[in-house]
Each structure stands twice: as structure tokens, then as C-alpha cells.
T-cell receptor, first 114, second 114 residues
Framework: AQSVTQLDSQVPVFEEAPVELRCNYS??????LFWYVQYPNQGLQLLLK??????LVESINGFEAEFNKSQTSFHLRKPSVHISDTAEYFC????????????FGRGTQLTVWP | ETGVTQSPTHLIKTRGQQVTLRCSSQ?????VSWYQQALGQGPQFIFQ???????GRGNFPPRFSGLQFPNYSSELNVNALELDDSALYLC?????????????FGPGTRLTVL
């Protein structure tokens, strides 16, 4: 069975500080990995994804995540956060046999303070 | 924002009632998945429809049922509502079912069961 663990339910940081949101997964087969962001009263938006190739993937707004197969992790990082990054972040995995079914973690609420 | 819309935005029902939630697909997408997001939890997969046929189901009882129409819009029906059905219900659409295709989420329907 697949499972996703987001180790921190809440991460408060000050503006311009670096942040890391942790995600670990368990799966006996190869996985595809995703980070989604959810702003208040909105649906989920894809932030970035790892399908294959380079283990470091980047988003257009400065986030990056690194796939570490040996540690089964896909941590999300940003070197300098903005107040507008305040949102809930979800890590998700999918596997080839389930054709698009996403398994989500419980989410991490990132709050950026001025 | 995505082209996926959901209606209604909010809904209040009482135990034992039935509810229908609706989702309009983004243009060109023929696959729709439904997720239940309870408060403080990540989304959980309910089922997926592809070309009007159910194409996978999560661990939800049969009182959760769905339909997909020829225009690829979709309905989620829940019978005999229980208090634990209170949640945000999200639909997500994509092209052909695939573990690496991006899914586009709607804003969700907030269901409250009293």
C-alpha cells in the first residue's frame, strides 16, 4: 500500500527566511511525486512534480523539491519566502497501476509572518 | 485558476438525506476524479470516471456513487448522509487516465451534515 507522511502539520516562518516542508512516502513500486498548494477557499494547484530524470525539480515561483529514492523523500524548499506563500501544501504520490489516483499527505500549513 | 467548476459551493444537509454535487470538466479533459477532504486531512480518492465508465474506486461505501456525462461533466451522489460525510469535495479533471498527467482541481463543494 502507498502512504504519504508530511512530518510537520504547521510551519511558521518570517518573511525572507528559508523553509523546508518535509514529505516521505512508502511504496513498493516506482512512484511519481507531486506537490500541490491550496490557498484559502480554493482548490488544489500543482506546484511541481517529479516524473523521471533529474531528481531536482523547480517551480516558477522559486520552490524546488528533490527526489531522494534511498530516503523515500520529496522535501519542498524555498530559499526566501514571501507573505503570499502562506497556504496549505500537500505532497502526493501516484503509481503506474492506478492511472492517476493520487495519494495525499495530511498537509502542511505554511504561515509566513512579516 | 483552472477551467474546472463545481456547484454548489456550499451545502448543508441533515443525516439520512441525499446529496448531488456537480463538476464541469476543463475543456478537452475526459477523465474526472473525485476526492473527499475532511477537515485537517489531505484529500482521499473516492473514484474516477473515464469516458462515462467508472475507472477505479477508493475505500468508500456504495452509497457514494457517480456519473459522467457525454460532455464529460460529472456528478457525485451520496445517499444516507452521515455526520462524517461533512467535508470539502473536490473534483479533478485530466486527459486520458495516467499517473503522470496533471490533474486540474476545481474549488470544491463544502458539505456540512447536521
Amino acid at each position: 500500500a502507498q502512504s504519504v507522511t508530511q512530518l510537520d502539520s504547521q510551519v511558521p516562518v518570517f518573511e525572507e527566511a528559508p523553509v523546508e516542508l518535509r514529505c516521505n512516502y512508502s511504496s513498493s513500486v516506482s512512484v511519481y511525486l507531486f506537490w500541490y498548494v491550496q490557498y484559502p477557499n480554493q482548490g488544489l494547484q500543482l506546484l511541481l512534480k517529479y516524473l523521471s530524470g533529474s531528481t531536482l525539480v523547480e517551480s516558477i515561483n522559486g520552490f524546488e523539491a528533490e527526489f531522494n529514492k534511498s530516503q523515500t523523500s520529496f522535501h519542498l524548499r524555498k530559499p526566501s519566502v514571501h507573505i503570499s506563500d502562506t497556504a496549505e501544501y500537500f505532497c502526493a504520490v501516484s503509481i503506474g497501476s492506478t492511472l492517476g489516483r493520487l495519494y495525499f499527505g495530511r498537509g502542511t500549513q505554511l504561515t509566513v509572518w512579516p | 485558476e483552472t477551467g474546472v467548476t463545481q456547484s454548489p459551493t456550499h451545502l448543508i444537509k441533515t443525516r439520512g438525506q441525499q446529496v448531488t454535487l456537480r463538476c464541469s470538466s476543463q475543456s478537452g479533459h475526459n477523465t474526472v476524479s473525485w476526492y473527499q477532504q475532511a477537515l485537517g486531512q489531505g484529500p482521499q480518492f473516492i473514484f474516477q470516471y473515464y469516458r462515462e465508465e467508472e475507472n477505479g474506486r477508493g475505500n468508500f461505501p456504495p452509497r457514494f456513487s457517480g456519473l459522467q456525462f457525454p460532455n464529460y461533466s460529472s456528478e457525485l451522489n451520496v445517499n444516507a448522509l452521515e455526520l462524517d460525510d461533512s467535508a470539502l469535495y473536490l473534483c479533478a479533471t485530466s486527459g486520458v487516465p495516467s499517473s503522470y498527467n496533471e490533474q486540474f482541481f476545481g474549488p470544491g463543494t463544502r458539505l456540512t451534515v447536521l
